[in-house]
């Protein structure tokens, strides 16, 4: 059992000063532009887990959590199930746990696993947000600027290409041509 604890793999190497510099940027401009969207705008377009997905989209782009449809898919259903066990059942300890695992497990079976989602249904039930339209803003319109903002940052240089995929399918000029081996 102990043997297990150890771990066996070798730590990722470290990143150069490109990554970093696009970390940093992606980071910065991400939160940025939620930031001007709530203030100038006078809605709401963000929430904590949104610098979590930061930290996937700029440091970890090719990570399958990374992609649009994790970012996406995963803050709406996390958001969705948050809001609705919070109408349904109260923000007491136990629906909030059990929103929590919902939302794992919901995110898992559609294949939009997205781990700063998580946080979702236990922000939404201790803040006792009940209102759905949370869910468009600043759960859905932040996290497509999200996206935005990576699709422009985690594209610029020669090399970079991102995203991975978008819904489970590669895709060149408009047709299907591969079905992602991660999918």
Known sequence: ML??????????????????????????????????????????????PFGATCV??????K??????????????ISS???????????NGIIPIALAAGTSIALMQ???V???????????????????YSFLI???LIGSVLLVMVALIVNNIGIEARWPN???GYHFDMGKRIKKSKKE
Do not use: C, D
């Open 3 to 48: 043997e297990k604890l150890k771990g066996g793999e070798v730590m990722s190497p470290k990143p150069n000063a490109v990554a970093i510099l696009r970390g940093f940027i992606g980071g910065a401009l991400g939160i940025l532009t939620l930031l001007v969207i709530t203030q100038w705008g006078g809605t709401l377009a963000i929430m904590a």
């Open 56 to 61: 996937l989209l700029f440091a970890a782009p």
């Open 63 to 76: 990570s399958p959590l990374a992609q649009p449809r994790s970012v996406i898919g995963g803050h709406f």
């Open 80 to 90: 969705f199930i948050g809001v609705l066990f919070i109408n349904l059942f109260s």
């Open 109 to 111: 079976l559609l294949r």
């Open 113 to 131: 696993v997205h781990a700063p989602a998580g946080a979702n249904p236990i922000l939404i039930m201790m803040s006792g947000i009940t209102n």
């Open 137 to 139: 803003t600043p759960v």
């Open 165 to 167: 995929y978008w819904l």
